[in-house]
């Protein structure tokens, strides 16, 4: 996610902005710029890479203003580069921007006929041209601002300055980020309060739909679509810039694991059309007509991703009816691949840097398949040597264990699969759009299924000294089992096996007695009644039963010491709510064994490395 910042006030803004800016490096970033007001204009600063290259940039020069913007990008729409950084500029309009708004496209060939003329390839540019083109039509800086959010769809959180008119702010929230901090005679505006805390405890949150306008006099705040003033109180923060950085979670991890609901909601945002009953597929770099002729899919990946992928052969062979092989990255980069003519390599990697992840979408492109990177991370390499990209809108994952990255992972696997359903005409679209209408309540029922946390806390305080775990699922949500073991291995160092429940027959039972835990995902699909006799299998050979379930089932609370109950869904997206529980429960078994939630021993956030 992009980092915002912006100052007004008596001190020199240009070493806040660059303060602010290293504040929030932990969000992630591949490139920075701030612009700012001297007495001959503005000025503006760029370039790729870190912040440490913009200090550069400026270092030297006895720059001093009252007023600036800065901003950490995160790449979404265009490589990092000093062209795409922000701050973007048109006449004495200049903006930064953190989200996607979802129709720049037509909004700037729009511009480009009016004879605007764009330096980059982000969506960005467009807000600055537009308020431009209003300002060039009379209306004051406020209005002409308000007038071009009126065309904006999609996700925004803005800061906007003017030249002509260099004593005021124009901060501006629709469903990202962002907050106002009041000092004496100063404010700032951020995405996030550790931009600022140094200088002030005491902050606004504008909610979605307002609009700030901030002078050293102080802070103005309306709905910018009803045009009218609205009273936002001053919240006083207690938090540490640490736990700032957090966003006063304990942990990454966990602040991650709550971000899901937006991080699918931007994976979603302008990537499907109701009423046309279709995926968008232009930004991937796929074509309809290609999907037809696809003849087979390999879905390769590494550890969560790789559970992503075992999901993701479920949905495509249900939906679209064609054959899909799941390979671990380090396996199929040795075995000499049969990949036949007409093949698609589908690579799922949330860093895009993987290394037996790389070699293996390199191999796929030597035996000829197209390939598509299913991935997290704008310009990573899997991304530039891909023949087509889909981005998982889910923003840096700092906690080495990966949750929101895996859920957009599963986001962007159905929307795929819809696609090649609908490309093979295997779908109606009546069912194409039932399939988007549940996706569209997706971020609300995760939110409801975070509502589950302090049940599973009470399960983790119980089973925290234990040694060994088992995750039992079938079918689509086996790989969900897989996924629980590993989330618990990885960060609290206990031993969990994840199993296809139907398995328990062949070896695995001996392991029941009265010290081992059993997690049982048991949601009311196909194979539920052979659940329950997998669960009574284990329960009469005196194994501890924790049941995740679908709310309502009482069958399967009469079954085990525990259930978890969470809101229904259609089948393919089951395992994405039912992987909330498992995440949260391998977060709090990992605190209160005092483990290193978001660095666990011996692990890396991306294996680059064989
Ligand atoms: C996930 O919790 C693990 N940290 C790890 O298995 C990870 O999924 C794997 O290393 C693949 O990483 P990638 O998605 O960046 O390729």
């Not at 968008?280 to 879905?299: A, M, P, Q, Y």
């Not at 659940?531 to 379930?549: H, P, Q, T, Y």
Request: with cysteine; aromatic share 8%.
């Amino acid at each position: 996610m992009c980092g915002i910042i912006g100052y007004i006030g008596t001190k020199n803004a240009i070493p806040i902005l660059i303060n602010g800016l290293k504040r929030l490096e932990y969000r992630g970033y591949d490139s920075a710029g701030i612009a700012f007001l001297q007495v001959n204009g503005f000025s503006v600063s760029r370039c790729a890479g870190k912040i440490r290259e913009l200090e550069r940039s400026i270092r030297g020069e006895k720059l001093r203003a009252k007023i600036g913007i800065g901003h950490t990008r995160w790449a979404t729409h265009g490589r990092p580069s000093e062209e795409n950084a922000h701050p973007h500029r048109s006449g004495g309009i200049v903006v930064v921007h953190n989200g996607i708004i979802e129709n720049f496209y037509e909004l700037k060939d729009d511009l480009k006929t009016k004879g605007h003329v764009f330096s980059s390839e982000t969506d960005t540019e467009v807000i600055c041209h537009l308020i431009c083109d209003y300002e060039k039509k009379g209306l004051s800086f406020r209005d002409a601002t308000r007038a071009a959010l009126g065309h904006l769809e999609g996700a925004y959180a803005i800061g906007v300055i003017n030249e002509s008119e260099p004593d005021r702010i124009l901060a501006v929230k629709n469903d990202s980020p962002l907050v106002i901090g009041l000092g004496k005679k100063e404010f700032f505006i951020a995405s996030d309060i550790p931009a600022f805390l140094k200088y002030t405890r005491d902050v606004i949150f504008p909610e979605n739909g307002e609009m700030a306008e901030i002078t050293t006099e102080g802070v103005s705040i309306s709905n910018f679509r009803k045009n009218r003033k609205v009273t936002r109180k001053a919240t006083r923060i207690t938090w540490s810039p640490t736990m700032a950085e957090k966003g006063g979670y304990k942990h990454f991890m966990l602040k991650e694991i709550y971000e899901q609901p937006r991080a699918i909601a931007d994976t979603i945002r302008g990537r499907f059309s109701l009423e046309k009953a279709g995926v968008n597929l232009d930004e991937f770099g796929l074509k309809e007509s290609l999907l037809k002729r696809v003849s087979k899919i390999f879905l390769v990946a590494c550890g969560t991703s790789w559970h992503s992928a075992l999901i993701g052969k479920y949905m495509i062979e249900d939906m679209a009816r064609i054959p899909c092989e799941v390979d671990i990255a380090s396996e199929f980069r040795y075995r000499q691949p049969l990949i036949p003519r007409g093949s698609l390599v589908i690579v799922i990697t949330q860093s895009g840097e993987t290394a037996d992840t790389l070699a293996a979408q390199r191999e796929a492109r030597k035996l000829g398949a197209r390939v598509l990177s299913i991935c997290n991370v704008v310009g990573s390499t899997s991304s530039r040597e891909a023949h087509g990209v889909f981005y998982t809108h889910s923003g840096p994952e700092i906690g080495v264990a990966s949750t929101k990255a895996f859920t957009t992972q599963l986001t962007a696997l159905y929307l795929f699969s819809i696609a090649m359903a609908k490309a093979k005409g295997k779908l109606k679209d009546k069912e194409i759009t039932e399939l988007f209408s549940e996706l569209l309540q997706l971020p609300e029922k995760v939110e409801t299924a975070l509502k589950i946390d302090g049940a599973v806390k009470k399960i983790a305080k119980k089973y925290c000294k234990v040694r060994d775990f088992l995750y039992l699922g079938r079918g689509i949500n086996y790989p969900i089992a897989l996924e629980g073991a590993l989330k618990l291995k990885e960060i609290s160092y206990i031993h969990a096996e994840g199993y296809p429940a139907g398995e328990m027959k062949h070896g695995p039972i001996a392991l029941i007695d009265n010290d081992m835990p059993v997690l049982t995902l048991a949601p009311n699909d196909n194979v539920y009644e052979k659940i329950l006799s997998n669960m009574e299998e284990v329960k009469s050979r005196g194994g501890k039963l924790i049941a995740v379930a679908v709310e309502g089932n009482r069958k399967a609370a009469s079954h085990s010491s525990e259930t978890l109950l969470m809101p229904e869904t259609n089948y393919y997206l089951t395992p994405i709510i039912f992987s909330i529980p498992l995440h949260l429960l391998a977060y709090h078994m990992a605190v209160l064994k005092k483990c290193n939630v978001d660095q666990p021993r011996n692990l890396a956030k991306s294996v680059t490395v064989e």
